[in-house]
């Protein structure tokens, strides 16, 4: 008699960014019981899990070009406002869902799920974490998602902090569960391309002066100069117009205008892994792109120039035998990273990646076979513990105090029609438009 068809999970995704999305996607094929999608690819793995993705309107909606760009699959993938999705999670039946939002996002999702599941038998696990980096709000980011079952680190000296914050208030930490970033992986490093091929890995809002962003820029086209030789790439996250999850300002691609870049020095665009495949050395002032670098043992430099500061993020490189300057690199000099360093990071470059999702798994399955379902959704902040913050940031995603759609909420049956979404893609252009030209003019002009 054949052996029978292990029933595939159900895992429903929500994410407000690309990076989002694309964090979201992958921990989700990580953390999914039984077979990992590593070593079945979707098309082939029947016992792979079944994904369904949900894209949060807002003003960082991922388009198209950057859905393809990040290059994750979903069996289907839908936009919809925070209402339509705690419909939507009313009335599927899934294994696990993936809360990958800004925290403020976290909290109204948890708060509107306790709510639409308070009389169901069972309900999904409920999983949350970072996308990369946490190297500000530390706190706040925390506490806001507090009440998964599933707080993910990306790190073991993550995981110390983020229990560190639960119990320092009196909250449960039992959630933090230790992992790695979900998209770390590719060849390792095996020795110089022909060309030489430098990277740098901008970011949307670090730095966020044009001051900073055009020296940075210059001394990229500057190094490119020195060196004919090489290639130069300025690998850039989304294109004027696009947003990703920081708003980016002052686009580089604006500001190379300017300049009469040599032959060698180009943009680029697409997978990240894909650049790192024939990347020698990558360039950055706080990208997590450089935990991708170093994971592959690529030679990675996190960059000084600007001051180590915690608003550029740099800070969090300290002790990682990373941390150098133009100069320095311009004169031939190459950090060599921190193995314990690198290893607390969940870098992983000692080939123990492949275990790093064990934990969360099993623990997932053990919550999916708990007797009796698992309990009611549980946040830190309720209106008795945080009555002057909670209530407006559930105001933001149309929610009432007690997790309910305020009336008026912005719902909708069916996908919107042509009309709806002129006028939608109309709204997101004024507002991109004030963010990266009004917004900025009138800062200038309130700096005279």
């Not at 999970?9 to 999914?32: E, H, M, N, Q």
């Not at 509107?112 to 970072?130: F, I, M």
Request: proline share 8%.
């Amino acid at each position: 008699m054949p052996a029978s068809t292990p029933k595939r999970p159900r895992i429903a995704v929500l994410a407000d960014s690309d990076t989002r999305w694309k964090w979201g996607a992958l921990t989700a094929d990580r953390i999914a019981p039984g077979p990992s999608m590593e070593t079945a690819p979707r098309e082939a793995a029947q016992a792979g899990p079944l994904l369904d993705g949900f894209l949060l309107r807002g003003r960082a909606t991922p388009t198209p070009r950057q859905l393809r760009e990040v290059g994750v699959r979903a069996d289907s993938l839908r936009e919809v406002t925070a209402v339509e999705f705690l419909r939507a999670m009313a009335e599927g039946d899934y294994d696990v869902l993936v809360l990958s939002l800004v925290g403020g996002g976290v909290q109204a999702m948890l708060h509107g799920l306790a709510r639409v599941w308070e009389h169901r038998a069972s309900r999904p696990v409920v999983v949350t974490g970072y996308v990369g980096v946490v190297y500000e709000k530390l706190a706040d980011g925390l506490l806001l998602r507090h009440g998964a079952d599933l707080v993910l680190a990306n790190s073991r000296q993550d995981a110390d902090r983020f229990r560190a914050v639960y119990e320092g208030v009196g909250a449960d930490a039992s959630a933090v569960t230790e992992v790695a970033l979900p998209f770390l992986g590719g060849a390792a490093y095996e020795g110089e391309h022909t060309p030489y091929t430098v990277v740098f890995a901008a970011q949307p809002s670090v730095p966020d002066s044009r001051k900073d962003r055009t020296y940075l820029l210059n001394r990229l086209v500057q190094h490119a100069r020195r060196h004919p030789e090489r290639e130069v790439l300025l690998k850039l996250r989304s294109k004027p117009g696009e947003h990703t999850t920081h708003i980016e300002e002052l686009p580089y691609q604006k500001l190379v205008q300017r300049l009469d870049p040599p032959a060698n020095f180009s943009l680029v665009y697409g997978n990240m892994g894909e650049v790192l495949d024939r990347t020698d050395l990558l360039v950055t002032v706080s990208s997590t792109a450089a935990l991708e670098s170093l994971h592959r043992r690529i030679p990675t430099v996190v960059l000084t120039d600007l001051g180590i500061r915690e608003s550029l993020g740099n800070h969090h490189f300290v002790g990682s035998g990373c941390l150098a300057s133009w100069d320095q690199l311009d004169a031939g000099h190459r950090p060599v990273p921190d193995e314990e360093w690198v290893s607390r990071q969940g870098v992983a470059a000692d080939g123990s990646y492949d275990s790093a999702f064990d934990a969360a798994r099993k623990r997932i399955a053990g919550l999916l076979d708990r007797p009796g379902g698992l309990p009611p959704l549980t946040p830190y902040y309720t209106p008795v513990t945080a009555p002057g913050y909670l209530p407006g940031i559930l105001a933001r995603h149309h929610l009432g105090p007690d997790g309910t759609p305020l009336p008026g909420a912005p719902a909708a049956d069916k996908d919107p029609g042509a009309v709806r979404q002129i006028v939608r893609r109309a709204a997101r252009g004024a507002y991109r438009h004030g963010v990266q030209r009004v917004a900025p003019v009138i800062r200038r002009m309130g700096e005279l």
